[in-house]
Every structure is written in structure tokens, then in C-alpha cells.
């Protein structure tokens, strides 16, 4: 166990024990818990004092399946609250086999020069000079440090949105396949990257330095039942491997749920063309693949490759969220648009969600038509080409809002909603209004509640207590690098049970099923104490007014949950 500290003012370097107050730490609670106590809360999320950390779950680099995630935490320059955004792929699990419980960078240059960090098989750390890079989208800059480097290896990189610093500059990483296509897109997170003076940290994965496991043996049964447990569960065993995460444009349109048009319908016109059905068909017509493995130890395999009319690769993952925010949102209902979309966004460095929601906005305020699928691929080109217009998109909904004098601007603290309205969805309005994070359905998103029937999603009763429960577990998810998709067994008694057996063998430990909500209630508490440092107030945890006040066709709901009611989602 161990930290890789960097000092990007003087470029030194240091690889040091954890220290005991972050031991036993991993993923989001150990980027959550060393922000909350070294980043001095005030400070400009793209000056010196703010700290990026880079850290695998807990249980990344082990053979756990689906437990490659890599957290990435900063004050955010988009919400201005503490974040951790999460991203899939291979960087997990190459860190986790080095060793590696965090990279912590601090500092900033003195020059506008730019450095790669390398980690070497050995865990070795080295800064690089990067110059060479300066101004490549990721896949170029990607594709010429792995041929530098070697193909085993792992990438963390920046597009030139996140060299402009715009705040919704996402952290691309890089798949199975070696494209940068997996994305730390939420929060701004690649301006601070390159507030840093970094282009890209390159990982081997060659590394043979993991965490010993304290029990093995029972390590490696608990591993071979919690995998039975994701392949027996309907949604990681069958559903996603099928149509992957696009399987929800259907079931969230049929409950008047899927914010289009800016918002203002719950059922997208069209829907169908744009459904994980009709995805999964296309792709499989023109020879693409539908159920591919995207990121390091995934037996889910709900990522997919897009290919064209020639059988071109065009991107990877297509997914619900990418899918809700260029098509939903936009009405545009063009599989083909709106994967180009997502790999323009994927090699420029910019959050698909965020975009997707600025560019509804601007058709909703007259500037371009709903459905202009050719004004939509122009718009992202410019943030790439640094234009006025391209930086405003590339700052968000909130600035695109401001910009064109518009109110109807879905985000809370700046940061957009996701694919789920909150006045069809009451709970998830509990988790946008609520997370120490901005609007975050990864936080803890109550669909599961809805599907199953256990949750009236019209109805305000229970939705506080669905939010806080379900963003507990999630915290705690995030700690350990597995999958939230492939979270979702945790909910059974089998899964469950094997999961807390994999958390005791791997460390020791003796569990029970109180512990696991513990963990993530410590990590809430920790980003809700920074953010309340932070000048961070309940009166911004609250959506924007229209969701209070323009009913939602065709169920004609507003959000019902009071202000009271929101205040105490989170009171632990």
C-alpha cells in the first residue's frame, strides 16, 4: 500500500507508506476523506491548492470480476463542492496490481508547459515533458504514447477541452482495446488535470506488486459466487449483455420519465429509434459488436462498439446517459448523429452529459432547432476549435443558460441532471437536489425502486428515505471499484453475502451487514463537512424552479418533495 505524492511546482516526486488515518481506504472514500482534510475548502479549484488524486477502489487488482473502476477526486470547478467522478476501462486494475492506493498531485507550474506522468512496471514514477502533445485530441495523443510506451499499458489523457480549463472537461481513459472511450466525465475534473500541468498519466499494467489478500482461499471462493451471483441476476445476466445500458430508452419512456426536448416533455417522440433495441439491432447488422467487454475483469459486458455503414468504428461505449442527453434532449433521433456525438465528446474531453443538455438548451432558447442534428455536431466541433460559443457549451448548461438569457436550465450547483426526470422520478429529485456532488444519478439513482414496484415514482411518499438509502449504498459501492452495473446482486441475499465474505477475506476483517452502509454514510459525511467549509449552503440543494413549477406532460407532475424535506435527506 502505498501513495505516489507529486508536487507539480518543483516536479518532485515521493512514493510513501499510507499514512494510518487513510488506511483500510479506497476509491471514493479515500479521494473524499484526504480532499475533506488537505484541500483547504475556499481555495480556486484551478489554483495550487486545490489536490487531484487518482485512486482504484479497494478491491481493484484483485481477481474480483467487475472491479477495474478508478475514482478521480478534486474540489470541482464546475459545482464548486467536492467531487469524485468515476470512470471504467483498465486503470483500475493496473494500479490496484502495482500497488498503488493513490496518486495525490498538488502544485501547479510555474510555465504553461505540459508533463505525462509514467508509472512504470516497477511502480516507478517519472514526469515526461509533454510539449508534443499540447493540442491533440485524446485518441491521437493516446495512440502515440502507447506507441512510445507499449500496448500494456494504461491511460488517464486530456483533449483540448481540458486545456482550455472549460468546466465540463472530462478525464478519458482508456478501454480493453486501448481507445480513450471510458470518460471521468462529471464535475470538470480534466481542467484541473491540466490546472496541474498533466496531458496524461500512463499506468503498466504489467505490474505484479498487489496488496496481499489476508485469506485467499476464502478470497477466491467469496469471488467465484459473487460472479455466479451477477450471472444468475436478470439485469447483469441478461438484460445488459443484451442491449447494454441503452436497455433503458424503453421502460423510462413508458413511465413519462425520459427528459426531452429540454426537459420539457417526459416521453420522447420517436423514442423507438433511438432504443437500446433498436441500437443492438444496427449494430449487429452492420457487423459491430453488441455485448463487448470494455473494461478490465467485466463479465457484464454491457459496453458495445458503433460501427458505420462500412463497418468503421465510430465509438464506444453508446450509452443510456449519452443516448438520453444528445437525443432525448435534443430530439435528435439519429443513432448515427448521436454516436458521433459521443466520440467527438470522447476525443475532445468533454462530458457527454453536460454537453448533450447545453446544446438542448440553446435549441430551447430559439438559437438552433430541436433535431438539428448537423447544428449539434458543429457545436462540439467548436470546443475542440476554441470558439466563443465553443467555450460557453464547453462550461456548461449554466453558462450555455446565461449566455442566451434562458431559464429553463436543468442542473443543480452547475452540473446537469441525468437521463431521469425528477417530477416521474420523485426519488431521483431527492438525489439531484441532495448530493454533496450537483445533480449525480450515479450518487443514487432509486430507479430500482420503480421497476420492481416497490415505489410509487409520482408519489412523494418514501422517495427522501429511497434517496438516502440507495445514495449510502452507492457511496459505498464506489469505495471498493466494483461496477455500479454490476452492483445491482448486491440487492439479493446471495450476492450480498458473497460480497461481504470477498470485503473479510480481503482484509481480514470480520463485517457484518451493518458495516457496509457505515462506510458509505463516513464517506457522505466527510464531502457533506467540506462542502458546508466550502460556503456550501442548503439552500442550493435545490432543483432549478421550473421542475417546482411547469408539470411534466404526459403525467402533468412537478417535484413534490418541500425544502423541509430535502434539508433532512442527508442528516446522519
Same mark, same amino acid.
Given at each position: 500500500? %502505498? ?12 512514493? %510513501? ?32 491548492? *486545490? ?9 481493484? #487488482? ?23 467522478? *468515476? ?71 486530456? #483533449? ?241 443558460? %446565461?449566455?442566451? *438569457? ?97 470485503? *473479510?477475506? %480481503? ?66
Amino acid at each position: 500500500m %502505498k501513495f505516489i505524492n507529486i508536487n507539480m511546482t518543483d516536479k518532485t516526486l515521493r512514493i %510513501k507508506d499510507v499514512p494510518q488515518a487513510y488506511m483500510g481506504l479506497g476509491g471514493r472514500g479515500l479521494t473524499s476523506t484526504v480532499i475533506n482534510a488537505e484541500v483547504p475548502p475556499k481555495c480556486d479549484p484551478l489554483g495550487p491548492d *486545490n489536490k487531484l488524486i487518482i485512486a482504484p477502489g479497494a478491491l481493484s #487488482g484483485t481477481s474480483l470480476v467487475n472491479t477495474s473502476r478508478v475514482s478521480i477526486g478534486a474540489k470541482s470547478p464546475l459545482t464548486g463542492t467536492i467531487k469524485e467522478s *468515476n470512470a471504467g476501462g483498465t486503470m483500475g486494475a493496473a494500479l490496484g496490481r502495482l500497488g498503488i492506493t493513490a496518486i495525490i498531485i498538488e502544485g501547479q507550474p510555474t510555465d504553461d508547459k505540459l508533463n505525462t506522468l509514467v508509472i512504470d512496471q516497477t511502480g516507478t514514477p517519472c514526469l515526461v515533458p509533454a510539449d508534443e502533445l499540447k493540442g491533440m485530441r485524446t485518441y491521437a495523443a493516446a495512440g502515440k504514447l502507447l506507441n512510445e510506451y507499449g500496448e500494456k499499458n494504461s491511460i488517464l489523457i486530456i #483533449g483540448p477541452a481540458g486545456e482550455y480549463k472549460l468546466k465540463s472537461a472530462s478525464i478519458q481513459a482508456t478501454d480493453v482495446d486501448n481507445r480513450p472511450c471510458r470518460a471521468a466525465g462529471r464535475g470538470g475534473l480534466g481542467a484541473v488535470m491540466a490546472s496541474k500541468g498533466l496531458k496524461a498519466v500512463v499506468v503498466s499494467q504489467e505490474g505484479k506488486n498487489a496488496d496481499a489478500i489476508a485469506d485467499p482461499e476464502a478470497f477466491k471462493e467469496a469471488a467465484r459466487e459473487f460472479a455466479q451471483a451477477i450471472k444468475a441476476h436478470p439485469m447483469t445476466g441478461q438484460m445488459l449483455p443484451a442491449l447494454g445500458t441503452a436497455g433503458l430508452v424503453a421502460p423510462v419512456n413508458s413511465m413519462g420519465a425520459f427528459p426531452s426536448l429540454n426537459a420539457t416533455q417526459g416521453v420522447m417522440k420517436g423514442w423507438e429509434k433511438i432504443s437500446g433495441e433498436a441500437l443492438a439491432e444496427l449494430i449487429g447488422k452492420r457487423g459491430g459488436n453488441a455485448s463487448h467487454q470494455g473494461c478490465s475483469q467485466c463479465i457484464v459486458r454491457c459496453s458495445n462498439e458503433f460501427v458505420d455503414e462500412n463497418k468503421n468504428y465510430v465509438t464506444s461505449s453508446l450509452e443510456y446517459e449519452t443516448i438520453w442527453a444528445m437525443g432525448g434532449m435534443t430530439g435528435i433521433d439519429d443513432l448515427d448523429i448521436i454516436a458521433k456525438l459521443d466520440y467527438l465528446c470522447d476525443d475532445i474531453g468533454v462530458d457527454t452529459m453536460n454537453t448533450g443538455v447545453g446544446i438542448a438548451v440553446a435549441m430551447d432558447a430559439g438559437r438552433f432547432g430541436f433535431g438539428d442534428g448537423k447544428a449539434a455536431l458543429d457545436l462540439v466541433e467548436q470546443i475542440a476549435e476554441g470558439t466563443e460559443l465553443g467555450k460557453i457549451l464547453g462550461n456548461g448548461p449554466d453558462a450555455v443558460g %446565461k449566455h442566451f *438569457n434562458h431559464k429553463r436550465v436543468p442542473t443543480v450547483k452547475g452540473q446537469s441532471i441525468a437521463a431521469y426526470d425528477p417530477r416521474g422520478m420523485q426519488g431521483n429529485a431527492v438525489t439531484y437536489a441532495t448530493s454533496p456532488m450537483g445533480a449525480d444519478h450515479t450518487a443514487g439513482n432509486v430507479i430500482g425502486e420503480y421497476v420492481t414496484g416497490a415505489l410509487d415514482p409520482l408519489k412523494p411518499e418514501g422517495q427522501v428515505e429511497a434517496s438516502r438509502n440507495t445514495q449510502i449504498a452507492m457511496a459505498a459501492v464506489d469505495c471498493t471499484g466494483l461496477c455500479l452495473l454490476a452492483s445491482f446482486p448486491l440487492t439479493t441475499p446471495e450476492g450480498g453475502m458473497a460480497f461481504l465474505k470477498v470485503m *473479510n477475506a %480481503k482484509f481480514g476483517l470480520q463485517l457484518g451487514p451493518d458495516d457496509i452502509p457505515a462506510m458509505g454514510i463516513r464517506v457522505l459525511k466527510e464531502e457533506l463537512a467540506f462542502n458546508q467549509k466550502a460556503g456550501i449552503t442548503k439552500e442550493q440543494d435545490r432543483l432549478p424552479e421550473f421542475f417546482y413549477k411547469e408539470p411534466l406532460p404526459p403525467h402533468n407532475k412537478v417535484v413534490l418533495i418541500t425544502n423541509e424535506e430535502m434539508d433532512g435527506a442527508l442528516n446522519f
